[in-house]
């Protein structure tokens, strides 16, 4: 295998199960938030800073769910959290708290420090129910934010369409599983140009 293979293992998570935990609230914070709430709105989050930007303060009233605490970290603040995003901009406290991450098996991300990542976060296309994580393996986040732009405009937005009609025609079709997959599989191969299974 070479050396440039990607090894990052995707998944899709269901953070209005998990809790949540992010430290700083200035642009990166803000960034950080925005990515977990547009994809996932319910997000049981709670956002710990010494100073909370304005924008982010507005833009989480969107979202009643979302825990604000404007006062300095506590490691009392890793209580029961599944996931931590570390944004500020103080690069030894982010190398302390991953310390303690790690010992207590809390997965972590790190703004700006791919060596101290548990996860990366992906760039997202998002039509309907279709969502599609891209990463670079960290090489260029900006290459991976134009690969979204790319598919964001080749995907028809009538795909939510094709996806309920899908879904109708899966519950519909009887017979055993290889019958069901044989089924799905020609009425979909129209979607693949020149693909005819
Ligand atoms: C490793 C990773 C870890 C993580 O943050 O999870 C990471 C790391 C770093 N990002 C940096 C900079 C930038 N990040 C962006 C944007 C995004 N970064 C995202 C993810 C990731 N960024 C993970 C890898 C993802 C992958 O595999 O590709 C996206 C996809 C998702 C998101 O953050 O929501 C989101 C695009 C969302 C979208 O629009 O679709 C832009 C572009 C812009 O903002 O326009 C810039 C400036 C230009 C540039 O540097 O490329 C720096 C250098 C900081 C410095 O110079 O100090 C580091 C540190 C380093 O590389 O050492
Ligand atoms: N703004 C950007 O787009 C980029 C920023 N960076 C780097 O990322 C880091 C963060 O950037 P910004 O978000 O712009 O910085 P910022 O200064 O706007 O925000 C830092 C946040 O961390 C909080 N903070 C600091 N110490 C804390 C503590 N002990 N407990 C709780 N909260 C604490 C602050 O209160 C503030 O909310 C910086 O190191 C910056 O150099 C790197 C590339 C781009």
Do not use: W
Not at 46 to 75: D, G, H, T, W
Not at 118 to 147: C, E, H, W
């Amino acid at each position: 295998m070479s050396d440039s293979q990607n090894k990052l293992f995707p998944v899709f998570l269901k953070l209005e199960d998990l809790d949540v935990l992010v430290v700083g609230g200035g642009n990166v914070g803000l960034e950080k938030l925005s990515a977990l709430l547009i994809n996932s709105p319910e997000a049981r989050i709670v956002l710990v800073a010494s100073e909370i930007k304005e924008e982010l303060k507005a833009f989480v009233l969107n979202f009643p769910q979302v825990v604000l605490k404007e006062r300095a970290f506590s490691y009392n603040d890793l209580d029961e959290k599944d996931l931590v995003i570390l944004a500020t901009d103080n690069s030894e406290l982010h190398a302390d708290i991953k310390k303690v991450t790690k010992e207590r098996r809390i997965l972590c991300n790190v703004a700006d420090t791919p060596h101290l990542c548990d996860f990366y976060l992906g760039s997202i296309v998002q039509k309907g129910d279709l969502k599609i994580a891209i990463s670079t393996n960290g090489k260029s986040p900006t290459m991976a934010k134009r690969m979204r732009e790319f598919l964001d405009d080749i995907i028809p937005d009538n795909i939510q369409e094709l996806l309920d009609n899908l879904r109708e025609i899966r519950k519909s079709i009887k017979g055993d599983f290889q019958e069901k997959i044989k089924v799905l599989n020609e009425i979909t191969a129209s979607m693949i140009a020149g693909k005819r299974e």
